[in-house]
């Protein structure tokens, strides 16, 4: 099992930039892929980005640039920097680690990002 805990959201205005941080614990076995997901109201959740264990990284086609994830593998700890922020990247944002052997996957409560003047 895996349990992850997500950290970071928050309101900002537009233009403004946050840090989403989302811990694993657990099994977290190797090969694994760790994202970003995000689910607006009334709307289906997407692919925000996700970073392989490898380094390979992939980004949904709104990020345009704005968004970085990295991972700290030993500590299993993602990160999404996100800038340049949009009122229509307000979401709540969710973890997901995904154990590429099995193809077992884990989700995070999830953190509200809301971008408003």
């Known amino acids: 099992q895996v349990h992850l805990v997500e950290s970071g959201g928050g309101l900002v205005q537009p233009g403004e930039s946050l840090r989403l941080s989302c811990e694993a614990s657990g099994s977290v076995f190797s090969p694994n892929a760790m994202g970003w997901y995000r689910q607006a109201p009334g709307k289906e959740r997407e692919l925000v980005a996700v970073v392989f264990s490898g380094g390979v990284a992939k980004y949904g086609d709104f990020v345009e640039g704005r968004f970085t994830i990295s991972r700290d593998t030993a500590e299993n700890t993602v990160y999404l920097q996100m800038n340049s922020l949009k009122p229509e990247d307000t979401a709540v944002y969710y973890c997901?680690?995904?154990?590429?052997?099995?193809?077992?996957?884990?989700w995070g409560q999830g953190t509200q990002v809301t971008v408003s003047s």
């Open positions: 997901q680690v995904t154990i590429l052997r099995g193809g077992a996957n884990y």
